[in-house]
């Protein structure tokens, strides 16, 4: 498969008080010019303190013709076959191009921000119903769907769905394996050291699944790219400044390589791959050839769809394409080689 990558939307302000008001402008910006770029898509999260993923595609799909628009919608925010009807319109509005995330809920503070209030083993039950009301309304059928379970019940559901294709869905790797494997179009892995997230991938390409329908595999990383390895660290530093902890000691979590010329690097897990405390996001850092060599390896271990976590400025995303892709076009790692900012 070829690896496609997502830019993410600055939509979650810093401390959680954005001002909603000054950014719409930009977010067209980028999402342009991530366009012209020849990205491959991108990424609208959504939670508490974001603005809404759905409203925010909506905008997006006037002022863009080719990108994907993967939407993050939390399970707790609509009712199944509101959201339903809600992704057939962006999917008619915007020439399919959409892609649903539903994130899980127990990560972070979802749901009870947004006011539920189940137990592990209640959420798990509820998605299952939500996702199997999904997969319904989705489908392309005639008529009305009636649903009588535990935490909905629905009557002629659906009635006026149009027979659109159902847009490609993507799970967390922290819900059940079960769940994954029966609904999941492409399951997102969390920020983790490569043997952790070829063992994942594995793992989950043994559950049971029909053979029609292959699992594709995600992970989000930050991206600081540099003219010279030496610049690369260098910004990586003065970005990652204000989230430094002490240097790790012999006895950390995650295995880190033994490095003295920059402090980060003493956070650098992998070749050109820093994490600053398990559990927080991946950050690549390196030269366009070396950025383009560990993503490389990264697809080769199953990855094929990176979500970039990047700055959000259009002066990135061009010299992201202009530096990077064509790199990865020519180790055929793309799709077709692309059109990228001159």
């Not at 260098?234 to 002490?246: M, N």
Request: charged letters at 20%.
């Amino acid at each position: 498969m070829a690896l496609e990558f997502s830019w993410q939307m600055p939509l979650c302000g810093p401390g959680g008080a954005p001002d909603w008001a000054a950014r719409p402008g930009q977010w067209i910006q980028l999402a342009q010019a991530v366009e012209y770029a020849g990205i491959d898509g991108l990424w609208i999260p959504g939670g508490a303190r974001c603005a809404d993923s759905l409203g925010v595609a909506a905008a997006l799909c006037a002022h863009t013709r080719r990108v994907r628009l993967t939407v993050s919608v939390p399970p707790e925010v609509m009712l199944p076959a509101a959201l339903a009807s809600t992704l057939q319109s962006l999917q008619s509005i915007s020439a399919n191009r959409v892609r649903l995330h539903l994130p899980d809920s127990e990560q972070g503070s979802l749901r009870s921000a947004f006011g539920e209030w189940l137990n592990r083993d209640q959420r798990n039950e509820r998605i299952g119903e939500y996702l199997e009301i999904l997969d319904q309304l989705l489908a392309e059928a005639d008529g009305g769907f009636n649903y009588s379970g535990r935490y909905f019940q629905l009557e002629n559901a659906g009635f006026a769905r149009r027979p659109l294709p159902a847009p490609a869905l993507i799970l967390d790797d922290s819900q059940s394996g079960a769940l994954i494997a029966r609904h999941a179009d492409v399951c997102l892995l969390r920020s983790a050291p490569p043997n952790w997230l070829r063992q994942e991938i594995e793992r989950l390409r043994g559950s049971e699944r029909a053979a029609a329908r292959p699992l594709g595999f995600a992970c989000a990383f930050g991206l600081v790219l540099g003219d010279t390895e030496a610049l690369a660290w260098e910004a990586a530093s003065r970005q990652l400044a204000a989230d430094l902890a002490p240097l790790p000691t012999p006895g950390a979590a995650v295995p880190r390589l033994p490095r003295d010329s920059q402090p980060l690097r003493h956070f650098e897990i992998h070749p050109n791959l820093v994490q600053l405390q398990p559990g927080q996001p991946l950050y690549l850092v390196g030269t366009p050839h070396q950025l383009a060599t560990r993503l490389q390896e990264l697809h080769g271990l199953g990855l094929e769809h990176i979500v970039i976590q990047g700055q959000p400025a259009v002066s990135e995303v061009l010299r992201f394409a202009e530096r990077l892709l064509p790199l990865l076009d020519d180790q055929g790692l793309r799709k077709e080689p692309c059109q990228h900012a001159q």
